[in-house]
Nanobody, 116 residues
Framework: QVQLVESGGGLVQPGGSLRLSCVAS????????MGWYRQAPGKQRELVAG???????NYADSVKGRFTISRDNAKNTVYLQMNSLKPEDTAVYYC??????????WGQGTQVTVSS
C-alpha cells in the first residue's frame, strides 16, 4: 500500500515563498529517487526538481536558483522550498517516488497559485 501525500500548496503573491512537503508510506523511502513535477492548465507535466536516493539533485532551468529540493529519510519526507515565486509557477505540483522505471508512485497533487 504505497501512498504519497503532498501538502503546503496555496495562494501566494508574486515574489513570495511556499514549502511543499510529501510524506511517503508503504515504501522503503531511502531506496527511492524522489521528484516534484508540475502541470499547468493546457501544458504537459514537467519535472521541476529531483533528488536521488543518494542525495544528488537536479532542477528544471526555469526554477534554478529559486527552488530547493531536499529529503529527510528519517521522516520519509521530501520537500520543495519555493522562493521568488512567479505567476508562471502556477500549477498542480505532484510528488513522485521511483525505484525503477516500472516501480513508480504518484501523489494526488497540491495546487500552487501565484497571483496578485
Amino acid at each position: 500500500q504505497v501512498q504519497l501525500v503532498e501538502s503546503g500548496g496555496g495562494l501566494v503573491q508574486p515574489g513570495g515563498s511556499l514549502r511543499l512537503s510529501c510524506v511517503a508510506s508503504g515504501i522503503i523511502f531511502g531506496l527511492y529517487n524522489m521528484g516534484w513535477y508540475r502541470q499547468a492548465p493546457g501544458k504537459q507535466r514537467e519535472l521541476v526538481a529531483g533528488i536521488t536516493s543518494g542525495g544528488t539533485t537536479n532542477y528544471a532551468d526555469s526554477v534554478k536558483g529559486r527552488f530547493t529540493i531536499s529529503r529527510d529519510n528519517a521522516k520519509n519526507t521530501v520537500y520543495l522550498q519555493m522562493n521568488s515565486l512567479k505567476p508562471e509557477d502556477t500549477a498542480v505540483y505532484y510528488c513522485n517516488a521511483r525505484r525503477t522505471l516500472r516501480l513508480e508512485s504518484w501523489g494526488q497533487g497540491t495546487q500552487v497559485t501565484v497571483s496578485s
